[in-house]
Nanobody
Framework: QLQLVESGGGQVQPGGSLRLSCVAS????????IGWLRQAPGEEREGIAC????????YYADSVKGRFTVSKDNAKNTWYLEMNNLKPEDTGVYFC??????????????????WGQGTQVTVSS
């Protein structure tokens, strides 16, 4: 069964950058995508970015488009979320996730059925 482990969270000042990593063990192409979702305090978990495992197409929420980039290390089962120009509203717990469910919902949290444990990102001066 797929296991996902995130790392790279921390505290950063507004305008700063962080890179999150997601290591996937027992990964195969049975898993359709790697998604990044975040949950701010008191808010629902929202999808912010996704990369297809078949053709590497990417999808972004409007709130992060142009600032965040998803990518994969071709030599490893490791995916990254590069976050630039961070804002206080980017604060939250960030999760990587994957799915074996049919359909296509890259930014829909209900589409994902495998989750990492999350990593905290705090943007504050």
């Amino acid at each position: 069964q797929l296991q996902l482990v995130e790392s790279g969270g921390g505290q950063v000042q507004p305008g700063g950058s962080l890179r999150l990593s997601c290591v996937a063990s027992k990964f195969s192409l049975d898993y359709y995508a790697i998604g990044w979702l975040r949950q701010a305090p008191g808010e629902e978990r929202e999808g912010i970015a996704c990369i297809s495992t078949s053709d590497r197409s990417t999808y972004y929420a409007d709130s992060v488009k142009g600032r965040f980039t998803v990518s994969k290390d071709n030599a490893k089962n490791t995916w990254y979320l590069e976050m630039n120009n961070l804002k206080p509203e980017d604060t939250g717990v960030y999760f990587c996730a994957s799915t074996t469910l049919q359909g296509w919902g890259p930014l829909n949290r209900s589409w994902y059925n495998y989750w990492g444990q999350g990593t905290q990102v705090t943007v504050s001066s």
